[in-house]
């Protein structure tokens, strides 16, 4: 027999799941951030600061990128979706659920493919980190922000009306 939708521990059920799938996102982050051109050349502390300071906001625009308009709902590893109620059952507060989905609803009105998405959670790691993290592009007198310039080149090259500008990022 199933325990009761509202009992404490389908809640604690729920809970765990959704902590399952934060420990799956922090990974696929930092997987993804190992294939970063020049992360793997900082040094491990510099590796962990930048992932420690950006990793909720990847996680949230991760969750912006599931985003389903029409259910209004959220769909990790692509066979679980999950509303507002799904999210307040599991135990969070409706003062961090609403932000999330609104979040989430006005990153889906952009309309970024996956290339933009991937070059602005790459900008998030990188821009996150605390300023004593060491660079060489800095260093060496380039311009500061070589990351942003795929994005940049991505909403320049994009057919007119398209995209606006890459300050609506």
Request: glycine content about 4%.
């Given at each position: 027999m199933a325990p009761d939708p509202q009992s404490w521990e389908a809640r604690q059920q729920r809970f765990a799941h959704f902590t399952e799938l934060a420990i799956v996102s922090v990974q696929e982050i930092v997987d993804f951030a190992k294939q970063l051109p020049g992360?793997?050349?900082?040094?491990r502390?510099?590796?962990?600061?930048?992932?420690?300071?950006?990793?909720?906001?990847?996680?949230?625009?991760?969750?912006?990128?599931?985003?389903?308009?029409?259910?209004?709902?959220?769909?990790f590893l692509k066979d679980f979706s999950y509303n507002r109620e799904d999210f307040a059952k599991a135990g969070l507060q409706v003062e961090f659920i609403n932000p999330i989905f609104e979040f989430s609803?006005?990153?889906n009105e952009l309309q970024l493919n996956d290339a933009e998405f991937a070059l602005l959670i790459a900008i998030s790691i990188f821009s996150a980190g605390p300023t004593n993290v060491s660079t060489d592009a800095n260093e060496a007198g380039e311009p500061p922000d070589p990351e942003q310039r795929?994005?940049?080149?991505?909403?320049?090259?994009?057919?007119?009306?398209?995209?606006?500008?890459?300050?609506?990022?």
């Amino acid at each position: 027999m199933a325990p009761d939708p509202q009992s404490w521990e389908a809640r604690q059920q729920r809970f765990a799941h959704f902590t399952e799938l934060a420990i799956v996102s922090v990974q696929e982050i930092v997987d993804f951030a190992k294939q970063l051109p020049g992360f793997l050349q900082l040094s491990r502390e510099d590796q962990i600061a930048l992932l420690k300071t950006s990793a909720i906001e990847v996680m949230l625009l991760e969750t912006s990128r599931r985003y389903n308009p029409g259910s209004e709902s959220i769909t990790f590893l692509k066979d679980f979706s999950y509303n507002r109620e799904d999210f307040a059952k599991a135990g969070l507060q409706v003062e961090f659920i609403n932000p999330i989905f609104e979040f989430s609803k006005a990153m889906n009105e952009l309309q970024l493919n996956d290339a933009e998405f991937a070059l602005l959670i790459a900008i998030s790691i990188f821009s996150a980190g605390p300023t004593n993290v060491s660079t060489d592009a800095n260093e060496a007198g380039e311009p500061p922000d070589p990351e942003q310039r795929p994005l940049r080149a991505s909403v320049c090259t994009a057919p007119a009306g398209q995209k606006a500008s890459t300050a609506a990022l």
